[in-house]
């Protein structure tokens, strides 16, 4: 069976700096799979470039049989990639009801408007706040929950957790573990491992651009030392 | 004779109708630059020349092909608004990742190229172009006398300009413009075709420009010159309203031309700076405009 995301040998660039030295990363159907690795090493390079946001880049992308190295951007979403950034990309200028239904529909399959507002009901309640009148819980929240609407098939996910209480962490462990129940692949970038390891299947390692380690939730314990190391931890 | 502010009321009205009349037109394409530099961040310079070739495009349609004004009023928005969605596609969407001076160079080369095509053509007196029928004349009211067609002028740039501000504030496609605004890779990355949406919104802005080309048509005469007389004036206004500020450029507009013409009532010397006058002020004052956001 061919994984539904196969990434290989991708390289990119930022302008004249090159950040990905051969990324390999192979995701199959229905699994969470979370990049490890300390900051500036390039995960959020990788996604991006999965994306297609990074434009300057090599390799080879593939997508549920499709080549996404010479898709225009706009053509990715429609694929079935969605894409929650670090920073949210909450829209200032739109309320939390336009913000959450910005992103078309791309595929059937995706969460009712009813479905979402049970999964996170403080977006019901805000839906007429501007966007960034939001907590950063909820911009989080929001976030996700938009990319849950249009019916993608896979979600990459960028440092969900990053700056939030403890409460709202569990929550959204709680959401992504609905997700998978769901069937939805995902593609977690996280520094918190020990939030990451109750929703993830598989680990890879990142260190300055390339994977260094790929193993199985099962082996985390075994790979204490290595993760201390590597991650500075 | 009755008087206001030591002034008879009939000059008093007159001047602020005139006022009111030239805000229409500032409003107008100050609102396309609005919309343009909004979500585009060029500062669309051709847009004097845009609003030159909406009253062309009506004058030379009623000459050769017998196009009536309520015709024009539609024709020459889509005709000015193709030719700009196809000046974006094949040149000005190759300059967005320069520097905002190369925008601004372009669009001006583009003025003064178009300018000098019709002056070649028509050369630079002007064409009268009148009103239509039902348009023409004036309802006599106790205190003036009001023209049909400068009323018809006020209400039409009202209702359009507060439908492009309900087209961006109130709808699902107006969402997607603000938000392509702010972030507009992270918009494409939804799966929308931003550049397509930058294209429609040049040819909105463009089509605005035409609109308002052919509603001044009958009041000034058509005249290749007619746009970069207006279009410096326009730019105060965006400046005061507040760059990329819809709302701002709507009603600055209006305020602006207002007290222009009130100026005439009261200082007439000074009608022809006040605007630059107040840009100035409020420079001083408010450097991101009325209505723009600090930062």
């Given at each position: 069976m061919t994984a539904l995301l196969d990434v290989r040998d991708l390289n990119a660039w930022y302008g004249e700096s090159h950040v990905l030295h051969g990324v390999n990363l192979q995701v199959d159907e229905g699994e969470t799979v979370c990049i490890l690795g300390r900051n500036g090493m390039g995960k959020t390079t990788t996604l991006r470039s999965i994306m297609g946001l990074v434009r300057k880049r090599s390799g080879a992308i593939g997508f549920a049989g499709r080549d996404?190295?010479?898709?225009?951007l706009h053509h990715v979403a429609r694929a079935g990639l969605g894409f929650v950034p670090e920073e949210r990309g909450?829209?200032?200028?739109?309320?939390v009801d336009e913000n959450l239904m910005l992103?078309?529909?791309?595929?059937?399959?995706g969460m009712t408007l009813d479905e979402i507002h049970a999964l996170f009901p403080n977006l019901k309640e805000r839906r007429?706040?501007?966007?960034?009148?939001?907590?950063g819980g909820e911009q989080q929240m929001l976030a996700m929950a938009r990319i849950l609407r249009?019916?993608?098939?896979?979600l990459l996910l960028d440092?969900?957790?990053?700056?939030?209480?403890p409460v709202i962490i569990e929550a959204i462990g709680n959401v992504l573990r609905e997700l998978k129940k769901r069937g939805m692949t995902v593609v977690l970038v996280e520094q918190n491992f020990r939030f990451a390891s109750r929703v993830a299947d598989r680990f890879y390692v990142m260190d300055h651009g390339v994977m260094t380690h790929e193993f199985p939730v099962g082996e985390l314990d075994a790979r204490m030392d290595m993760l201390h190391e590597t991650l500075g931890v | 004779m009755t008087m206001i502010f030591g002034i008879p009321i009939q000059a008093f009205l007159g001047q602020l109708l005139v006022g009111l009349i030239n805000g229409s037109f500032y409003a107008l394409l100050s609102l396309g630059l609005a919309v343009i530099f909004g979500l585009l961040?060029?500062?669309?310079?051709a847009h004097g020349a845009q609003y030159m070739l909406g009253a062309f495009v009506a004058f030379l349609g009623l000459k050769h092909?017998?196009?009536?004004y309520w015709a024009a009023l539609v024709v020459a928005p889509l005709v000015v608004g193709a030719f700009g969605a196809l000046i974006e596609r094949t040149?000005?969407?190759?300059?967005?990742?320069?520097?905002?001076l190369y925008g601004l160079l372009f669009t001006f080369g583009l003025a003064l190229t178009l300018e000098g095509t019709m002056r070649w053509y028509y050369g630079a007196s002007g064409q009268p172009y009148s009103a239509p029928a039902a348009l023409t004349g004036a309802i006599k009211l106790p205190f003036m006398v009001l023209p049909i067609y400068r009323a018809w002028v006020i209400v039409a740039s009202l209702v359009v300009c507060l439908a492009v501000w309900a087209l961006i504030e109130k709808t699902r496609l107006g969402a997607t413009l603000r938000a392509a605004t702010e972030n507009p890779s992270l918009v494409q990355s939804f799966g929308i075709n931003v550049p397509m949406l930058l294209t429609l919104t040049y040819a909105l802005g463009a089509g605005l420009a035409a609109l308002a080309g052919v509603l001044a048509a009958p009041i000034y005469?058509?005249?290749?010159l007619m746009g970069s007389n207006i279009i410096i004036v326009v730019f105060a206004v965006v400046v005061v309203g507040g760059m990329g500020s819809i709302l701002g450029a709507i009603v600055t507009g209006y305020l602006l031309g207002v007290a222009e013409g009130l100026t005439k009532v009261f200082y007439p010397e000074a009608s022809n700076i006040v605007i630059f006058v107040i840009m100035a002020i409020v420079l001083i004052l408010r450097p991101a405009g009325l209505f723009g956001k600090e930062g």
């Open positions: 996404l190295m010479t898709m225009p909450i829209f200032a200028t739109l309320s992103p078309p529909v791309v595929a059937p399959g007429n706040s501007p966007g960034t009148k939001l907590s249009t019916g993608a098939r896979c440092e969900p957790t990053e700056g939030l209480a | 961040r060029v500062i669309n310079f092909l017998g196009i009536p040149m000005l969407s190759r300059l967005y990742n320069l520097d905002p005469q058509v005249s290749p």
